[in-house]
């Protein structure tokens, strides 16, 4: 996930933008990113089994007001089905390999 952070005067720098995920199991505060010289912050952040709102704030200060974004994700897990029969010939085996994705997802902040 990643987004930049500006105001009326341009890049917000060294801020603290907040991280969360919400999903079926509750909410969670993921780790904060911090804004670089040209406002723009970084975060790998983790998925959970399922659909998720993931959400960055910054509380601004005395310069800025406080902003927030929101990023709805649905998370297609890939699923193959395979079958594989026992060298005797009995009972094949069914066989479930599951996969992940990766979301890229820019959320940009403006603060006025």
Do not use: N
Not at 11 to 18: M, N, Q, R, T, Y
Not at 45 to 68: E, M, S
Request: aromatic share 4%; hydrophobic share 45%.
């Amino acid at each position: 996930m990643s987004g930049t952070l500006s105001g009326p005067g341009g890049p917000i720098v060294g801020a603290s933008v907040a991280l969360s995920r919400a999903d079926g199991a509750g909410t969670a505060v993921l780790p904060a990113a911090v804004t670089d010289v040209d406002g723009s912050w970084h975060a790998t952040v983790p998925f959970g089994l399922g659909d998720a709102t993931y959400t960055a704030a910054y509380a601004g200060d005395t310069d800025h007001t406080a902003v927030q974004k929101t990023l709805d994700v649905a998370l297609d897990i890939l699923e193959t089905a395979a079958q594989a029969r026992r060298k005797d010939g009995s009972r094949p085996l069914a066989v479930l390999v599951r996969g992940a994705g990766r979301v890229a997802a820019e959320l940009p902040l403006v603060s006025a």
